[in-house]
């Protein structure tokens, strides 16, 4: 059935921001998991998301991880002006609206911005509710190892994935599966569990007018930082400017050499939503490190 769209614009901005009444609305391009619209209300600015299709509580987990960004202090995310509950079918979220303005210095900002955000740890590795990435629902957990929880909370699920898709054969998944339960040769036993962005790709941040950097999408988790770098080198859109000042405020080891395993599981979960093609990327990084 086709959505009535400005019926559930009008339904969430009234249940969002009560004393706002909707003028306009514009679809926005860009995502390809919801159907996104600028707002505009006798007030201001909105940016609202809305999806039919997708388990009840989506938009809560993705203001649940926002909210988890924002209490650092490190970072800007935009504000969680309101979402449905998990008894409407009718499901949305609504934001404030950032206007995107890529400015110079935004990249060094970012990266600084991002070490102090990963400055923000806690006692164990994963997180203490389940959540998403993409349409991929993430089981989480609370760990003592991170080796274990990138293992059994990341690698491994993928994997089976791929393999009931077709996208593996059994032999190729025994030798994924090899190289995901010896990745503690490689990966930090003990690293700080740093709050991570979890899916930083370059179409996951952007510039407020101000020139501030602000993050979107996350898929939040506690664990080891090298995570969030490995993903902004994996389709590029970051340059080196980047990946100095993040050095500069860290002070810590970029650790460039692991950051394949890392991108092992993006690159998995792109096999498994976009198909074979990413199959030999896949294949590249098991062999690098597997031989």
């Not at 501030?212 to 080891?224: E, F, K, N, Q, T």
Request: glycine letters at 10%; one cysteine or more; hydrophobic letters at 35%.
């Amino acid at each position: 059935m086709e959505l009535d769209v400005k019926k559930i614009i009008d339904k969430a901005v009234r249940a969002s921001a009560r004393d706002h009444a909707v003028q306009r609305m514009t679809e926005a391009g860009g995502g390809d998991i919801n159907r996104s619209f600028l707002v505009d209300t006798d007030k201001t600015r909105l940016f609202v998301k809305i999806n039919d299709g997708v388990p009840a509580d989506f938009f809560e987990k993705e203001a649940m991880g926002l909210a988890e960004l924002k209490k650092t202090g490190a970072v800007n995310v935009p504000d969680v002006i309101g979402y449905n509950g998990k008894s409407d079918p009718e499901r949305f979220l609504v934001l404030s609206y950032i206007k995107d303005t890529r400015s110079p210095g935004a990249e060094e900002r970012l990266g600084e911005q991002l070490a102090a955000m990963h400055r923000t740890e806690k006692p164990f590795y994963g997180l203490g509710h389940d959540n998403y990435i993409g349409t991929f629902q993430q089981e989480n957990g609370e760990y003592d190892s991170w080796p274990a929880y990138y293992r059994e909370k990341r690698l491994i699920p993928q994997i089976g994935l791929a393999l009931k898709k077709g996208f593996l054969n059994e032999r190729q998944a025994e030798k994924h599966v090899r190289l995901a339960e010896t990745i503690s040769r490689w990966l930090p036993g003990k690293p700080c569990a740093s709050v991570l962005h979890g899916d930083l790709w370059g179409g996951n941040w952007m510039t407020g007018e101000d020139g501030s950097p602000y993050l979107i999408d996350p898929a939040v988790l506690y664990g080891d930082f090298r995570m969030d770098l490995a993903m902004t080198a994996l389709f590029g859109g970051f340059t080196e400017r980047f990946y100095s000042a993040y050095e500069a405020a860290s002070k810590e080891p970029l650790n460039r050499d692991i950051w394949p395993l890392y991108q092992l599981f993006y690159v998995y979960m792109h096999l498994n939503s976009f198909g074979e093609s990413y199959l030999p990327h896949a294949e590249r990084i098991v062999k690098r490190y597997m031989g």
